[in-house]
């Protein structure tokens, strides 16, 4: 079964420390990944996705992310978080052979101190 | 443009009773998709639906029902509440053979069972 792992639970971090966020995923066929945040009492927005291409995304706010296929990872990173990045942060992979579903890992819940 | 609106946003039920979520997809969007997000955890995909019929369905018992409506706007229905179903359940809307499939979610329906 498809799935997608985030390692990360919680993770606590001082402003401009540097972050990255683990994604991998279990699937063999073609994907396309997706990060999505949720912040507090809001709904899911997203961040950065890809499709095919440069493996090396960039989405709003300063985040990034990079596709590496042979690791089925898909990491976030951010050089420099904000008070405001405090949020949860969801990656997903949707299976483009077939269901085109999106499959969701369990989130990280990054704090972020000023 | 209005994105994708779900109703209501929040909704308290008692055990045994049954509920009915409300979605409006984002216009130009022919597929809907729902998710149920439990305290703590990503979203889990319920099914999705795509000319009227559903097109996929999640591992979620047949308490879970929904319907898709001519002009793509969708319900869906649990009956026989269980505490266990209180989460947030959430829309995707998304046009079949859009690029990368790409869904956009709604805010959200809180559903507490009491």
């Known amino acids: 079964a498809q799935s997608v792992s985030q390692h990360n639970h919680h993770v606590i971090l001082s402003e401009a420390a540097s972050l990255e966020l683990g994604c991998n995923y279990s699937y063999g066929g073609t994907v396309n990944l997706f990060w999505y945040v949720q912040y507090p009492g809001q709904h899911l927005q997203l961040l950065l996705k890809?499709?095919?291409?440069?493996?090396l995304v960039k989405g709003i706010k300063g985040f990034e992310a990079e596709f590496i296929k042979s690791k089925f990872s898909f990491n976030l990173r951010k050089p420099s978080v904000q008070w405001s990045d405090t949020a949860e942060y969801f990656c997903?992979?949707?299976?483009?052979?077939?269901?085109?579903?999106?499959?969701f890992g369990t989130g990280t819940r990054l704090k972020v101190l000023a | 443009d209005a994105g994708v609106t779900q109703s209501p946003t929040h909704l308290i039920k008692t055990r045994g009773q049954q509920v009915t979520l409300r979605c409006s997809p984002k216009?130009?969007?022919?597929?809907v998709s729902w998710y149920q997000q439990a305290l703590g955890q990503g979203p889990q995909f319920i099914f999705q639906?795509?000319?009227?019929?559903?097109?996929q369905r999640g591992n979620f018992p047949d308490r879970f029902s929904g319907h898709q409506f001519p002009n793509y706007s969708s319900e869906l229905n649990v009956n026989a509440l269980l505490l266990g179903d209180s989460a947030l359940y959430l829309c995707?809307?998304?046009?079949?053979?859009?690029?990368?499939?790409?869904?956009?979610f709604g805010q959200g329906t809180r559903l507490t069972v009491v």
């Open positions: 997903a992979v949707m299976d483009m052979e077939g269901t085109y579903k999106y499959i």
């Open positions: 639906y795509y000319e009227e019929e559903e097109r």
């Open positions: 216009s130009g969007h022919d597929t």
């Open positions: 890809y499709f095919s291409g440069d493996p």
């Open positions: 995707a809307s998304s046009f079949f053979g859009g690029e990368g499939y790409e869904a956009f």
